[in-house]
């Protein structure tokens, strides 16, 4: 046993099984199936998936619900998908830049 205060509790807790309920819930509602080419770290987001959705979601709301950080952590996570998503956008710019011999384009998204 760690002895710790609540708030460094829910702190951790938010960060390590809230998260990792959120992405399989989240990953789990992708229908992610395997096939005959996965790597070793697909088999391992499968293997997530298979975990935490073989648990309740009264399991998984209570983590939610009864820690004050586990919004925190949707929205954070919500801001990292949005980044990475405008770093891809930003390189396909790049890369579209350069291959008109740097003339600029105009591009539908």
């Not at 702190?11 to 099984?17: I, L």
């Not at 998908?81 to 770093?87: E, I, N, P, T």
Request: include cysteine.
């Amino acid at each position: 046993m760690v002895s710790m205060s609540c708030k460094e509790h829910d702190g951790f807790t938010a960060n390590s099984q809230f998260i990792t309920h959120l992405m399989g819930r989240i990953l789990g509602a992708q229908g992610l199936q395997a096939t005959p080419i996965d790597t070793k770290g697909f088999q391992n987001v499968l293997k997530l998936v298979e975990t935490t959705n073989a648990d309740s979601f009264d399991l998984f709301y209570g983590l939610f619900k009864f820690n004050r950080n586990s919004m925190d952590i949707i929205l954070k996570l919500k801001e990292a998908m949005d980044d990475v998503v405008l770093q891809l956008k930003a390189r396909q710019e790049v890369l579209k830049y350069n291959a008109c011999g740097g003339e600029t384009t105009l591009s539908a998204n």
